[in-house]
Every structure is written in C-alpha cells, then in structure tokens.
C-alpha cells in the first residue's frame, strides 16, 4: 500500500489564482538591470534594442505577469526625471546602496516599460517616498498615464511615446521601516496618506497603490498602520489598495551550495512559513478591512544567501541549486493554497541578484532551479485553487537541538476547463515516496508527468554546465482507474490530468 495519499477536494475550491502571484522584481543592483536585462544597443552582446535577447526570449517563456522595479531600497534615492531623454544627456549618480556603483540612468522609464511590452507584462512602479516629494511621485503618474495636451505628456512623446503607457501599480516607497526612511508605522501612515492624496486616477487607468508593508510577519505593524490610516477622513481608505509585505526565508548552511541535510530542512522549513505570515497578516488587515478591498501582497521574497566568495558582497549574486527551487516550490503552492488572501507577489530578483531565475556572465546565460520551477508552474495562473489534502509521514529534524518537523509532502490543485494541475514536492533529502492520488472519482483521459529532481542536493547549472538541472517528462502510473507514483526524493512535480 502506499504511504502517503494525496486528495483532490474539486468539490471545494479557494479562488481564482490571479497570474499576479508568480510576479518577478528587477531592482538597480549588482548585475539585475546593467548586464543581465540591459546591454545598450551598441554592445556586442546580441540584443533587441538595447534588452539582451537571450534574457529576453527566456522570460518571455515564463509569461511572467508583473514586474515591479527600479527597488527595493533603491527606489527611494531614485528620481525618475534622471532617467529619461536622450541617454547622453542623463546623469551620472552614485548607487550608495548598493557598493558605490555609479549608475548612468541608461535603463529609465522608457526602457523598463519597453521590456514589460516585450514580456507581455504588467508594470509595477515603486516610488520614491525617502529622498522624494509628492509632487515628484505625482508627476511620474501623470508622465506615464496622461492621455492629453500637458507640458508631462508633451515630455514623453519627446522622449518616443505619444500614447500614454498606462501603469496601473504603484508602489508608495519600499521598505519604509527600513532603507526607505526608517519610518514608524505611525509616521509612515501619515506620509503614505500625503503621498497617495495626489497620486490620482487619469482617465483609462485607475490606479492601484500599494502601501508598504512590514519585514517579514510583524502584525503590530500592520496594525499600527492601518489604524493610522483609518484615523480621520474614513473616505481615504478607497486610496489604499495593497499592502506588500517582505519574506526573506534566508540561509542554512555555510553558502548557497554548501550544505547538510539538516540545513536543506532547516531552509525548506523557513519557506513554508510563509504561510503563517498570509493568515496572520491578512487577519490583521480583516480587523480594519472586512470587505477585503485592501490585497495583501508579498512584493518580495525568497531565499538570501551568505555573499558569494570572490564577488562583491553588496551585489548580491548567489548561484541557484535544487534547494532554491523546492523552497521556490513551497512558497508558490503556498500562494496558490491562499489564492483568496493574497493580490501578488514578486520574487527577488529577476536577473543575478538573490533567486535569481537567470545569471549572466558577459555574453553567456543560464537558467537557474528556480527559473524551471516558475516554468513548471505556469499552468497554475488562472486556474482555480481547490482544496487539497496531503496525508504523508512527517519529516523530523533538528536545528540546533530543538527539534522540529517539515511536511513529507506538500502541494497544490488548480483546475481550468477540464484540465486539472497538481503540483507537489516531496522534500525528502534521499528517500522517494509513494502517493495515491484520489481524484474524488473523476476517469482521466490523459495524463502527463514532469520532475525536477537530482541525487546531489546542491546541484545546480553553471554556464560550464548549464543543462546540469532541468525537469524531464516520466511515465504516470495509471491501473484501473487508480493513480499513484512514486514522488523522488528532493523532487518537484507537475502532473497534469484531463478529466472526462
């Protein structure tokens, strides 16, 4: 008999699972934006108007749905105007976030919202709120949205664009708590309320502004928030439409490819508490916003490394091993699991910075773990979540003498027509497990079946070996009617059923 039973509940679903929550962040750091996504038209690196274009037929792949940018902490020394016009003429500023590098603004407004084009993308403006005004912030929304005959609009079909770009998201500062002015929940509720009073809908695009949120799961910032601005006028709450919270699940172990199996448990165990953070933080946002007007986001998150030997520790780059994707795995089946809590979220970061889904190294390119996993999953956007129930024998550790326990399987269930997409980890260090899978007595016309899995732990593609991970198509055991497998060890999978 198999050991564990996986349960698709279709008679129970969660809610649609907006494309938004397999959303990608871009931020000016290390190599993310210069090397990885913008080489400028006259390098000899191959590329589409400045983008490179074996980054860009990559991502275009994941169809990814949103793209927030230019920070993180750099959005809040970033002054837009510096980033437009004709590119010898824009300035040269200093990064002093992250390692003094000197940025020239060569990669503004213009050029990012190109790049979304070409994905296929929704835009996600982060304001700067630290060093920035209101009227600044409220300038930029009328440069990229303004339809008609103002100095603004006039600027931007300068500048190549007579039509307006129509952003929708808008970040009010980053990390106010932190890097983006160190802000008491209180204080920074009074800015984002002056802020957001001038950041107005344009005809055609009604904004969604999106208020900071705190580090990591803190309910008495959200709170204090919250109360801050529901004080007053009860009217403003219509001008706050999310709240983006930060996950950083962190390390375990030495470095990014240097770990025990404790440590591979003590990472995955990290990422899933994700989920602890949704229904706490979402409680919280219940208590001033029953109707649920306010979404909760997670605008950034992901795994975060020791710096890398012999790289610049303030640029971030980590290499991207097996690990990395089944923590990838955790978080994103978490999201779908809580389609009904969450608005969006947005891995950091897109290119050579943290979880990265690409690395580039001069004209080379690869695709990391994680890259395969948001692949992998892409069948999952739009469809709509259902309950699903795994039953599976714990797995128990220790993590510095305390003992503590990770799911043996873990997952989610989405179904679209007729198709319906299981996604499952199984995190396991070395043992495989077998699985029914009750599918409550719907016959399959068709199924099929990808893993992503390897023997070593911390494998992982090198531009050397860049082909060293990636998913492969296996064979679904189907008997009468009955489904099982056998889920490998340190393995995610997708399986796809068509129903009759």
Not at 403 to 420: D, E, H, P, R, Y
Not at 452 to 470: C, M, V, Y
């Amino acid at each position: 008999m198999p050991l564990a039973k996986i349960s698709i509940l279709l008679d129970e679903p969660v809610a649609v699972i907006r494309p938004e929550l397999h959303g990608q962040f871009a931020e000016h750091l290390g190599g993310c934006v210069n090397g990885g996504l913008w080489v400028g038209e006259n390098s000899p690196i191959p590329n589409f108007a400045g983008l490179r274009t074996d980054v860009l037929n990559a991502l275009k792949r994941l169809r990814i749905p949103v793209l927030r940018w230019p920070g993180g902490c750099f959005a809040d020394d970033y002054h837009w105007e510096d980033g437009i016009g004709p590119r010898k003429d824009r300035p040269r500023r200093v990064n002093t976030w992250w390692g003094m590098d000197v940025e020239d603004n060569a990669f503004g407004t213009h050029e990012f919202l190109m790049l979304c084009r070409h994905l296929g993308c929704q835009p996600f403006l982060a304001g700067n709120v630290g060093t920035g005004s209101p009227r600044e912030m409220r300038d930029w929304v009328e440069y990229c949205n303004f339809a008609n005959d103002s100095t603004l609009a006039r600027r931007r079909a300068q500048n190549g664009s007579p039509q307006p770009f129509g952003v929708r998201y808008w970040g009010v500062g980053n990390e106010a708590w932190g890097c983006g002015g160190n802000f008491c929940p209180e204080d920074y509720g009074a800015q984002y309320k002056r802020f957001a009073t001038y950041l107005r809908d344009f005809p055609g695009t009604p904004l969604f502004l999106i208020a900071c949120g705190p580090d990591g799961n803190k309910p008495d910032w959200t709170r204090r928030f919250l109360r801050k601005i529901a004080s007053g006028d009860a009217r403003f709450n219509y001008r706050i439409h999310g709240l983006g919270a930060h996950y950083y699940c962190g390390t375990a172990g030495p470095s990014a490819t240097e770990f025990d199996a404790n440590q591979w448990y003590e990472l995955l165990h990290k990422a899933a508490g994700v989920e602890q953070l949704i229904r706490e933080q979402r409680t919280v946002m219940d208590e001033f916003d029953p109707q649920r007007k306010i979404g909760l986001l997670i605008d950034e998150w992901g795994t975060w490394h020791f710096p890398t030997p012999g790289r610049n520790p303030l640029h971030l780059w980590q290499q991207n091993t097996l690990r990395d994707a089944l923590a990838a795995a955790i978080t994103l089946d978490t999201f779908h699991r809580h389609a009904d809590q969450l608005a969006m979220a947005n891995i950091a970061q897109l290119a050579n910075v943290l979880q990265a889904v690409v690395l580039t190294e001069g004209d080379r390119m690869v695709l990391t773990p994680t890259y395969h996993v948001f692949d992998l999953y892409q069948p999952h956007q739009g469809g709509r979540s259902v309950r699903v129930a795994f039953e599976a024998p714990p797995i128990r550790f220790a993590v510095r003498d305390t003992a503590m326990q990770l799911a043996g399987l873990s997952g989610s269930a989405s179904i679209k027509g007729n198709v319906l997409i299981l996604t499952v980890v199984n995190p396991h260090a070395t043992l495989p497990l077998e699985a029914e899978i009750d599918l409550a007595g719907r016959s399959i016309s068709r199924a099929a079946l990808n893993v992503l899995s390897d023997e070593d732990l911390a494998a992982h593609n090198t531009f050397d070996q860049p082909n060293r991970i990636k998913p492969s198509e296996e064979a679904l055991q189907i008997e009468a009617g009955e489904v099982w497998h056998v889920f490998p060890a340190a393995s995610v999978s997708r399986l796809e059923f068509e129903l009759d």
